[in-house]
């Protein structure tokens, strides 16, 4: 019954070995395997669908592709445009291929259609994504009907499969995402009865309720998905709006967004896992903890739009060109960078290296909730910089790295630095 | 005495894939098996309920000899207790000494050894710790080691605190000792249910589904049954109805021995990371009403914090509630502190066929070739197997062991241990599975079209998760749920989906 570790198996030879492997070819793996198939090297993307381009192929609304292509695009024109980049630059690609287990030094376990095989490369970009957080993340009671169900699954069920699974559902959340759930519902036909949002206000923009007005869906605010209920299917949605518990009639539901990156490959493997992203610690070349892994896009941290992901594949695929070619600075000159305050969600990346064209520019940090304070940097309880900061969730909030590489010299050579989100005293 | 012999001799000798065709139909009865209207032919025993004491008593039946029908009144089997429990195959140490509950426990325990590899089920011998968390409870351990040991589970013993904590390095302060019980361990409740079932089919039996009784006369020496799938006749009759057991023995006798009072367990599964806290299954120690909150691995490497005990009315609801979840996810963070930040990938609720009393309701009428088996409240997976034994013999002691070869079906693997790589066991290591569907469980294509095929077809999603674990990962089908949907098509009801007026042919969206 024990069977042999899949790594050490003899049972099958490398499928084929790659200078690099790119795991996941969405936006920032295949802009990631175009930069660096231009760059002359041999790139290999392993995706697990039959067709790559990641998530936009079934986000069929604009606006993609504005920093890419330099024109507004629908979801799945954008990912084939990306694919066909990549394909012209040389890019191979391996689909549908399941990377099944991380090995140390670039060693992937894969299976096929065909069954389990192994591959080995230089370097490995990791650029798995994000998924959403599901109804029992969100702990929504009740009983389990069908019709539960996230944006990305509702969008993959009409844009690929011309399905739909309701007529009437009600919208969890006001992110992006909870929008482009109302957009997809309105092309398939579908008439949403309400969003509903636990915040007072719209994670999205500011404006954003508008949209759903126009379109005759009424929104909630301070109003928690308490359970579902229906035998077969759904036949309601129990809301709760302060003390009052509400049912909307509905056939189904819509949990959409709560973004996670798609890490459990990397939790399961060797490579550290960053407590407040949900993904690989990183260094600002986009290095994982074991030097031949590195990661692009939403992997890093939830949750950024496809352009951002698709510029950080680029960037990253900057540090592994350099990496191959003349060797990134060594990993233990990096410095730790450690989040402190309630209010601060995650910083990305966690390890401050030197100064290099290649590799993220920008600290890239979210908060949890509403916040006005002050974001500090700080060296064994001293203040070495410091700025205002109004933020609120969900939006992006960037430091330039320069700035804190600047005020970490006036520290010596620190091993670890603390970033700290301070808020006054209400 | 040849016969007996010889079909001992041929158990096993006839591996089927538990994806083929086989067995499609006892050649006696014709009858189809997804709940087409009956044709004609008399069975010679029909089970009610294909749960999974309704599935082990159908093979005990049909590996014996008789000619076994089982009618179902849901689309799917294992659809009532049978769906949601916490998938432990007890060794007995805990029931009360020379129960009927004991008794079959242990018998059904050891048919499982016997047979889970031939039938490809998983096992993990995980062993179990009863934790004990004050001076109260830890003087109660030696009378539960003692009860152990008059039960026959004479491996266990108890352990000093610091031997605990070797054992269980994550668990929370305060533990003041545990009774260790090595036999525990974790199967997979639906696939052996399943197996059970296919088992049955494979060899003759023959399963009506969508076929609720509405009706049941005695005629001369066989029962006429009036179901929703057409009338079944058969020589004796066993009814196992779970959460249904005493509205259908009112069918049969003329009030029922017992009454259903259907209490719900809510559970909370932790993603894969988690099962690395708890090697052992995790018991509190018992109270007079239930056996408590329970932290164990589940066979497809997840983590398990549960159940709860609730009564109510509701036979067929099962629905969970954030209050209760998050109570379970604390009393879990005080057993294991390394659980807070865990990711919940799931939470399900599960209802025990409980009745006014602890004991397993047992009604037989000889004469009538008749037998209820009720009240089968919270052991019926590890019990199962041994309650078929005892229905056999309870309603023809004299019937003769196998007489013609046994079919032994092998099911899909699902199980996953993180501690063994035994992954290769599962389908997707194999050549040519199609590619994966469901990318957290790993679910290949041709597991799931598996899964719509044969006798024990799956005909609704919640029945194709049980048989593949698809959708049941961490995300929950984010990332499968159109693909199932096309190769589902025409083969769930409901439907995954339903077609678009105007289905967008290339993925684009119209103007």
Redesign the interface.
Known sequence: MSAPDPAGASVSRPASDCEVAIVGGGPAGLSAATELAQQGLDVLVLERHAEAGGIPRHCGHPPFGMREFGRVLRGPEYAKRLVARAEAAGVRFLRPASVVALRPGGALVITTEAGLTHLSARAVLLATGVRETTRAGRLIGGTKPAGVLNTGALQALVYLAGQAPFRRPVILGSELVSFSALLTCRHAGIRPTAMVEPGARPLAWRASPLLPRLLGVPCHFGTQVEAVSGRERVEGVVLRTGDRLWELPADGLIVSGGFIPEASLIEASHLAVDAGTGGPVVDAFGRCSDPSYFAAGNLLRPVETAGWSWAEGKAVAGSIVQALRSGLPDPSDAVDLVAEGAALRYLMPQRLTPASTAGFQALQLRVARPVAGTLSLRHDGLELWRQRLRALPERRVVVPLDVLRRAARTAGSPARLTVRLEEPAS | MEGVKQGMQQVNDQSVAASANAGHASPQAGAPTRGGIATSGRFDVAVVGAGVVGAAVARRFQLNGASVVVIEAATEVLDGASKGNSGILHTGFDAPVGSLEARCVIAGREEYLAIHESLGLPLLRTGALVLAWDDEQAGRLPELLAQAHANGVTDSALLSTAEVRALEPSLGAGVRGALRVPGEAIIDPWSAAHAYLLQALANGATLRRSAPLTAARRNGDEWELDTGAGPVRAGRVVLCAGLQGDTVERLFWPDASFTIRPRKGQFV?Y???AAHLARHILLPVPTAVTKGIVICRTAWGKLLVGPTAEEQDSR???????V???ALMTRGEQILPGLA?Q??????AGLRPATEQKEYRIRLDAERGLLSIGGIRSTGLSAALGLAQHAAALLNPAEPAATRAVTTPRMPWLAEDPD??????RD?????????VC??E?VT?REVLAALEGPLAAT???GLKRRTRVTMG??????C???L??LTRGRLD????????A????????A
């Open positions: 599964v993603d894969t990371p067929t609801e099962a629905a969970t509630d954030p209760t979840l998050r930040g990711r919940v990938v799931a939470a399900y063994d790589p035994g992954a290769l066991r997707w290591a194999q050549p040519e599975h199609g590619g994966i990318h957290c790993l294509r609704t999603l919640a961490r995300c929950q089908g984010f990332n749920l159109a693909e949907a096309t409901p439907p995954v989906g339903e077609a678009l007026a289905a967008p042919a290339d993925g684009h969206v119209r």
